[in-house]
């Protein structure tokens, strides 16, 4: 969800980047890119990212947080992911942290990518709207809902927080 | 965990009364009552209710809950529950929210109590004593691990938030 | 979700009960009463309980659960919740476990409930459908997220098996 | 907990090898390897993992997927992690999926471990213990509690059911 609720979380964003099973070379591209997060630990093994926002200060974040980590092959790019994809041919696989448009964006995507689309959500109708979207398109794979809770200090033992429970819905375009 | 860590959550409360298979007219204790929430509510079907704190601010929070509430048949103590407890000859049901030292108030509670003892904890090494206490006591029945998201509104739809996850430890003396 | 999928199990009808807010002497609907086992857990305070199921098999089984805990405040009803709802006037509470049409249920319960709906539901687009008919109609209050884990015995120690998760989403109908 | 509870499950995998900080090149050791699924996860990172397992039947398994999986930097070892260790002179992490002795195991890796430390427990006493044990050690970084529900399909929609939670405590030995 971007900027708006902060970075993805490690454990949900392990979870997403193992899901999307992104092979040495790869191009992916991140829709909703927020922070660049994903981006950049995508990028470790993809040969091109492509993150895309239509917030600009989630761009103007991203495009720091890229510079910091030094990475050269990730494509920023300002606009809607609807627009943005139009003028891309093909994709191994796709994140989509956040988005206006979820079924717009689907539909795209289910053309250009051959491989995985990993959606991360926390709108209960976002989440329905993807499953079923992604059923209508043949692509559904399945749905996970992630729990973390971690561990904080408390009078010399531990007690376990909760982070925001996410769904992680995957999607899958045979090639 | 009494005023420290706030009044037990509702959705924990209901479990951990249901687990006390409280009866008409049972006489309970509630060690650790904190803000008097458990109490109030048990006292519903209870015939007497011992709320018990250490702590001089909790049983002054408590007092004031218990009077707003009209409730005459609570006994508000404070003090040790090790050392309340000597005074108190037989219970149909114990409830510990909070205290000071888990293994002795079991043991005490085991002698005087006749059906279910149901503890609350959220520290990790206070679930791991409690069961091996329990298990040691022969009394040991259950523990519970509560997990409980709510949905809050965001842009027109609601996401989940978590609050804290509970352990609910069942313990039972046979009659 | 009824005889399909086994009885509610305990600690989910804890909280659905707690949150149904019953008072001594309520009338209350059990929708898609299944085994009953809701009905007859809610009947030890409600003066009367109409439990409600289409499924022949469910009527039969919960008709024999009913005998056992001899509970004759309770009436069964054989037939769809959206045709039997015509024939009642006025309910304090309902609780809704199963159901052919969530909204047509939602619509008439919203006419004669005054106070607390209740509904369980594990089907994803279930969730989604109640939570939006529930804010058309001006009555929802919240969705709960309930993952239960239960202690089992293993090596001398305990590990924790989760039961299914379950949704409950609370409504109110103002008096 | 190795080939008794199955193969670890592809989420707590992902999170648990995320945790691990695995770098390119690394030499690492999987304790209680049971079916060599972490072992050859890993090894894509890795230029050499020690795959320990006491147990004959999870090292004769472990040893057929390996070969399946066509991996030659895995070193598969039958025999207790404690006496194993004592041949290893130095690792840059090391994942325990089961142990007998978990001290003893922790205290020899925080010896030779110049990294991540990462183990899974099922079990409610020995994650207490993995918890005091890299305290004393002065290693603790977290303890997570990972919480995994799966969709199935179910009447032409989703329901989610769970997988068991796993605890993965983190330790690190500074370098």
Do not use: W
Request: negative net charge.
């Amino acid at each position: 969800m971007g900027l708006k609720g902060g970075p993805t979380q490690d454990e949900v964003m392990a979870v997403s980047l193992f899901k999307l099973r992104i092979n040495e070379g790869d191009v992916m591209a991140d829709i909703g890119c927020g922070t660049g997060k994903i981006s950049i630990q995508a990028s470790e093994r993809c040969s091109r990212v492509y993150a895309i926002d239509r917030r600009a200060e989630a761009v103007e974040y991203a495009k720091k947080a890229i510079e910091t980590a030094e990475k050269n092959n990730i494509t920023l790019i300002h606009g809607e992911a609807g627009n943005v994809l139009d003028d891309i041919d093909e994709l191994n696989c796709a994140f989509v942290g956040g988005s206006g448009n979820i079924e717009t964006v689907l539909e795209k995507l289910a053309e250009i990518v051959r491989g995985r689309i990993v959606v991360n959500a926390v709108l209960l109708d976002t989440v329905s709207r993807t499953v079923r979207t992604m059923k209508e398109l043949g692509i559904f794979v399945e749905a996970l809902h992630i729990q973390v809770s971690r561990s904080h200090e408390l009078v010399g033992d531990i007690m376990f927080q909760p982070i925001n429970p996410v769904y992680i819905i995957v999607g899958e375009v045979k090639q």
